[in-house]
């Protein structure tokens, strides 16, 4: 099959085979969404479907190949789509802690394992990477992506890309990576799900398209439209961004596909009165497949007749995904991924072990870790200190989540000497404190307690939002109770999202965030507390004391009178800093890492300079450390108003006890531009302010000016 043979099938389909193309349909391996009609023998037989979603294991997915290629009148194969959002049998950190290891290698590595594992299983295609910018952790979809930054998000786009889809998408080894939710679905109204959001077109493209345009840039396959409205116009039938932005600014000329059951809900946003409109608007903006809700199927049709619709977008839309089945692979051998051996698994071990490591973020520390030798009774409290399946977090649809090991479980592995307790006190969600006493009566017993709370795995993720995003059931009177004892307590907080824990950052004597790790969970925990591992993750995220803040995020622009402690009348609140728990970026290691000696090659730059940024870090501990250092740019006068932070990038260095080391930037002049009033990038002559720093708080950036001419 060539491009030729596309457009000879092309010549040759029915209306019916065309939309039954554009189909996609579930067939039964999970439930990601409300129920609605399942792929069955004869939908498929009749070319009613193109493509299924979760659905996985060579059997199933050979029966219904099978059924395509061979019992079809034209004899399309299909693709089988799966979300792999965080590994597909061996699981991996989520999302939002793994963009805690700023390491694209990292990034790369995983996903490259997860489509090994997903295609062995039947998969050509993975809904993933999820790129919505996050800023709001009510939002518990914040744990798919990669936070708050469009940087950060564009380079772990452009990594997760990279790692799907390898080098070759017919590769038997290789996915086609789905680039989603299109757009914007982290700004949703007070962070709840499948909200609208009514954001300004700036932010949209100064924040929420970056990660899309790395995405595009790196090759991706297919890209998701998001459920939500942005600024009035759902994302299903989004116009200006689908078609004008992606496809003709962009040139992306890739699948769009809905999202679960979207394309009907244009009947719910109010912008379509039945089926057939709402086949109508999602196909002119240019949604090429219909997931679930088989609207084109049975309304298009009558969108046609009625003169809503136009035979040529059904056309592009059929040679888009017909493409798509020939750059995958299928046409030659349909069967091409599950003909491969499975991939060994101590290789994907080794990886999930590797990247739960960098994902733990040590948030604080008075010294207490890494753990001592005096140290000899150790009590573990809190429900989530045995709880293997909870490791998992929330998108694991093919994987045993009992490969995890548990907290407790790493601990005693790591601490064969030590006398180790567990008491559970409470449970994640309930209300039963009968188990309190317990749990206080070991702390007071032991020398040291590991308190292990946070949410339970599903309580982030899809249509996860929560209203009080801080410890559920009755953890916090079991932290009280723990806290009170006098005992030294170190806090592990497992969740999909920063968590309110004050009480947790002000009184216990280390917080780390452990977040979801999968698989490598309880082992790199273990590493961590023991020193046997010097934490190196930083936080994607900022990190809110109190929901009253949120939405927060360093980015922000300047107010018209920025806070000062003095004057009541500038942008504060009267019963909160305005301060973050902790700013993006934090995450604290066993050394101490100072930089000194911040330097620009030039003063002066132009549209095509490349700037040499230079500092130096040092080492001042006896610990060997590996260390991020972050680059931040203002602009100090623009025809909009400047964000008072952006994020240019940032280096890994690694330094040996007391070393000094250069750490060396380029910025290309071009990343200094901000949008213009045609939104367009646009690089403005005045002064810049250059900053480095180990983490947002801009009270300790070492900054330099910088001139654009
Ligand atoms: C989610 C998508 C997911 C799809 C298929 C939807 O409910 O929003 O992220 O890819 O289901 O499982």
Redesign the pocket.
Known sequence: MDLNGIERLIAEMTLAEKLGQMTMS?AGS?R??PVRGEATTESVRAGGVGSL??IWGREATDRFQKLAVEETRLGIPLFF???V?HGHRTVFPIPLAEAGAFDPGVWERTARQAAREAAADGADLT??P?LDIARDPRWG?MA?GAGEDPLLAARFAAAKVRGFQGGDLASPGSLAA?A??FCC?GAALAGREYAAADLSERAVHETYLPPFRAAVEAGCAAI?S??NSVGGVPMTAHVPLLRAWLREKLGFDGVIMS???AIEELIDHGVAADRAEAAALALKAGVDID??SNVYFSSMPEALARGLARMEDIDAAVRRILVLKLRLGLFDDPHRRTRRRRAPSDTAKKLALDAARRAITLLTNDGILPLGEKIRRIAVIGPLADAREEMVGPWVLAADPRQCSSILEGLRAALPDREIILEQGVTIKGDDMSGIGAARAACEHADLVILCVGEAARMSG??ASRAHPGLPGRQHELAEAVLSTGRPVIALLSSGRPLIVPVLAERARALVATWFLGAGAGEAIAEVLTGRFNPTARLPVTWPRAVGQIPIFFAERPAARPANPTDPFTSKYIDLPNEPLFPFGHGLSYSEIRLDNLRLGQEEFQAGDKVAVEVEARNLSDRTAQETIFLFARDRVAAAAPPVLELKGWAKVDLKPRQAKKVSFTLAAEELSGLDGALEWRLEPGDFDIFVGLNADRRYLLSARLRCR
């Open positions: 579930p999970a990601t969404g979603l979760n789509g799966v979300d959002l809904f993933a999820m979809r798919e789905t989603k939710h679905g998701m998001a459920f999202d679960y059951a997931m679930v899809e249509a």
